[in-house]
């Protein structure tokens, strides 16, 4: 079965990095767009980041020239690397696959995989 696995999360300070890393099983890989979303407390589950087949890109505008993502098809792997850290990137990040799609995806609705998530907090 499909599963992915999220890792890299943690606590970190304002102004510093994190790279979460997606371990990808059960899927051909390299056939399926990937994303970044998170979840803070109290608020919905929002778009990130996305990478497609073809490794196009997109992101969110609160994160766009801090966060970068990247995918390592030979590793099954999606990372999102994320510098200039601030409070309010405190969040469940979770990482989520979808097949058929040669584009990127920002809307959560038309991913079919999810992971379960890892924290990330950042300290003021």
């Known amino acids: 079965q499909v599963q992915l696995v999220e890792s890299g999360g943690g606590l970190v300070q304002a102004g510093g990095s994190l790279r979460l890393s997606c371990a990808a099983s059960g899927l051909t890989f390299s056939m399926y767009a990937m994303g970044w979303f998170r979840q803070a407390p109290g608020k919905e589950r929002e778009f990130v980041a996305t990478?497609?087949?073809?490794?196009?890109?997109d992101y969110a505008d609160s994160v766009k020239g801090r966060f970068t993502i990247s995918r390592d098809n030979a590793k099954n792997t999606v990372y999102l690397q994320m510098n200039t850290l601030k409070p309010e990137d405190t969040a469940v990040y979770y990482c989520?696959?979808?097949?058929?799609?040669?584009?990127?995806?920002?809307?959560?609705?038309?991913?079919?995989?999810w992971g379960q998530g890892t924290q990330v907090t950042v300290s003021s």
């Open positions: 989520a696959a979808v097949s058929g799609r040669s584009r990127t995806v920002v809307a959560a609705i038309e991913y079919r995989y």
């Open positions: 990478i497609s087949r073809s490794s196009s890109t």
